[in-house]
């Protein structure tokens, strides 16, 4: 591992939710589980639960005008959010709902320059209002359509955004080579055999000429977005 420099920030993600053992394993593997090992990232996941001053430990409640479904009460995500508040500043606390806005990699780009962020999951047929309107500081959804809780809107979000810090990824220029990122699709890869089955990779590619491989990429990129994603050539 390289030395990491002087100014080096650790970014902490706090993900608050009623169902951590969701969690709990996604954020303990793969890339996640080595940029917190590598100290480039620190993710606590909180039981919702914990924080409630119920007996039973129940977070939700009917919702007033005889609506269906139930709402998460304001209490325990307070006490939550106030615990965490008052041993840090967060950069944003995001609420995960289908009716946010929706989360692309320019978002992941810019979330992953914070210091500090809270994820709370939404559940049952949602929060409070009130939490939204006095603590939530930004809504975000990961697409149209309705998961049945924000537990794998947390865990998109949150690898999106960790692959981006600096180191996480063992290659460095890897995460500016993914596809979106500058609005174009990646080139296809390959790896050996060069033949298999009778499937060649393209012989360029075993040229060993960098120049022309460059330009082959760049068309590659471009005749597949044209293809498969035009609207993101209108960006
Ligand atoms: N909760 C339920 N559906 C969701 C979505 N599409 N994005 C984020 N959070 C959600």
Redesign the pocket.
């Known amino acids: 591992m390289l030395p990491l420099p002087y100014f080096y920030i650790v970014m902490r993600i706090d993900i608050i939710t009623v169902l951590p053992e969701m969690l709990e394993g996604f954020v303990n593997t793969s890339i996640l589980a080595r940029a917190q090992k590598k100290g480039l990232v620190e993710i606590y996941v909180h039981n919702l639960r914990d924080y409630t001053t119920d007996k039973h430990r129940r977070v939700d409640d009917y919702p007033f005008g005889g609506f269906a479904g139930m709402v998460m009460q304001c209490q325990p995500i307070d006490a939550c959010i106030s615990a965490l508040t008052a041993e840090r500043h967060y950069d944003e606390i995001i609420f995960?709902?289908?009716d946010?806005e929706q989360?692309d990699q320019p978002m992941a780009n810019s979330l992953s320059l914070h210091k500090n962020i809270i994820i709370l999951?939404?559940h049952y047929k949602g929060i409070d209002y009130r939490i939204r309107e006095h603590l939530i500081t930004k809504e975000?959804?990961?697409?149209?359509?309705?998961?049945?809780?924000?537990e794998?809107?947390a865990a998109v979000m949150s690898d999106a955004i960790v692959r981006l810090i600096p180191g996480v990824l063992g290659d460095e220029q890897s995460a500016f080579n993914d596809s979106f990122q500058d609005n174009l699709l990646a080139a296809p890869v390959y790896t050996r055999p060069a033949e298999y089955k009778g499937w060649r990779v393209p012989d360029i590619l075993l040229s060993g000429h960098d120049a022309k491989i460059k330009e082959w990429e760049i068309q590659q990129s471009l005749e597949r977005t044209k293809r498969l994603r035009p609207d993101l050539l209108d960006k």
Do not use: K, M, Q
């Not at 975000?140 to 924000?150: A, E, H, Q, R």
């Open positions: 995960t709902s289908p946010g989360f999951c939404g975000v959804s990961i697409g149209d359509y309705v998961l049945t809780g924000g794998l809107a």
